[in-house]
């Protein structure tokens, strides 16, 4: 594996790490009490490391090929497909949920939509870099 994708997945893991405690925070707090202080700084956190770690990934992909441990190139080539997929809606995704949360532009339910499927496709997306071989 390249110390470029290396270097994403190690991002990758300090972001989940945030995220998993922002998602916590957001499922044991009550609605009319909001979001602790504390979740709301690892989200400030998650959100640029997980497009850092997206984008890094992105870039390792001129050195991924399929490798041994894959049984075609066909399936090698779909999992790059819908690893680089999910990995540029987590860039597109996150930023927008990012300042369109933060200036009340977007309501909530739809940051909620926003925010679980930018996260799913991020981690989604770091789990599929993570198998391949370069």
């Not at 594996?1 to 270097?7: F, K």
């Not at 790490?17 to 690892?42: D, L, N, Q, S, Y």
């Not at 990995?87 to 930023?95: E, F, M, Q, R, S």
């Not at 309501?107 to 499927?117: E, G, M, Q, T």
């Amino acid at each position: 594996m390249s110390s470029l994708r290396w270097t994403g997945l190690r991002l990758a893991v300090v972001a989940i790490a945030c995220w998993a405690v922002v998602v916590v925070a957001i499922i044991t707090t009550e609605p009319a009490e909001g979001v602790p202080i504390g979740a709301g700084f690892f989200y400030i956190v998650a959100v640029p490391l997980s497009v850092a770690a997206s984008l890094v990934l992105l870039s390792s992909l001129r050195t991924t090929a399929a490798g041994a441990g894959w049984p075609s190139r066909r399936k090698a080539k779909a999992t790059l497909s819908v690893a680089a997929a999910l990995a540029v809606g987590t860039v597109v995704i996150l930023p927008v949920l990012f300042v369109g949360g933060a200036t009340d532009s977007i309501p909530a339910n739809i940051l909620d939509v926003l925010l679980f499927s930018g996260l799913g496709a991020f981690v989604i997306s770091t789990l599929l870099f993570g198998l391949m071989r370069p």
